[in-house]
T-cell receptor, first 115, second 114 residues
Framework: DAGVIQSPRHEVTEMGQEVTLRCKPISGHNSLFWYRQTMMRGLELLIYFNNNVPIDDSGMPEDRFSAKMPNASFSTLKIQPSEPRDSAVYFC?????????????FGPGTRLTVL | GNSVTQMEGPVTLSEEAFLTINCTYTATGYPSLFWYVQYPGEGLQLLLKATKADDKGSNKGFEATYRKETTSFHLEKGSVQVSDSAVYFCALSDLNQGAQKLVFGQGTRLTINP
């Protein structure tokens, strides 16, 4: 299996621009998670989906952030408009819910820099 | 609410030294406990886990025992290698409350010098 795939790996953009991060979970997994990692705040859960349905978005910082999962093999995290404080590494993770194990498999991350 | 507290880093050791990274947790219900490792430039990957009290998780020479009486899950390794240099995260998940969230500690950066 290819593991969780994220794109792009690196993104540099200017303040005010729209940014879209993409994630392909492991085939067969039915839960997907978006995290943000910074030095100041550590690892934060932004939102997660079960069977493509958003379950908990309480970690989404504000309305500038939105996430979608149109099907079981694809999810996006969009920031519009972006701000310098959004600079971070964004991770996507997936898991197989209902097996008794809560192991999450992480992608390599997208390093976002907003100038 | 649920929370995880790890020992402050960074931790620097010499090769073949004994490693302990402390982790304590606060939770309602019966959490599963995890250690994840993050190598430079990569995402987190599961190192080991324990699902009930007194369980011992082990992998790659690392061990951690789920201690309910002290609400701890300390990570240990008898002889570290340079390749163990990474950031280590303790985490919990409370499945009994239907939550799939992983609550992570702040991470401990480990550097092993040859």
């Amino acid at each position: 299996d290819a593991g969780v795939i994220q794109s792009p790996r690196h993104e540099v953009t200017e303040m005010g621009q729209e940014v879209t991060l993409r994630c392909k979970p492991i085939s067969g997994h039915n839960s997907l998670f978006w995290y943000r990692q910074t030095m100041m705040r550590g690892l934060e859960l932004l939102i997660y989906f079960n069977n493509n349905v958003p379950i908990d978005d309480s970690g989404m910082p504000e309305d500038r952030f939105s996430a979608k999962m149109p099907n079981a093999s694809f999810s996006t995290l969009k920031i519009q408009p972006s701000e310098p404080r959004d600079s971070a590494v964004y991770f996507c993770a997936s898991s197989l819910r209902g097996t008794g194990s809560n192991e999450q498999f992480f992608g390599p991350g997208t390093r976002l820099t907003v100038l | 609410g649920n929370s995880v507290t790890q020992m402050e880093g960074p931790v620097t050791l010499s090769e073949e030294a004994f490693l302990t990274i402390n982790c304590t947790y606060t939770a309602t219900g019966y959490p599963s406990l995890f250690w994840y490792v993050q190598y430079p430039g990569e995402g987190l990957q599961l190192l080991l886990k324990a699902t009930k009290a007194d369980d011992k998780g082990s992998n790659k020479g690392f061990e951690a025992t789920y201690r309910k009486e002290t609400t701890s899950f300390h990570l240990e390794k008898g002889s570290v290698q340079v390749s163990d240099s990474a950031v280590y995260f303790c985490a919990l998940s409370d499945l009994n409350q239907g939550a799939q969230k992983l609550v992570f500690g702040q991470g401990t950066r480990l550097t092993i010098n040859p």
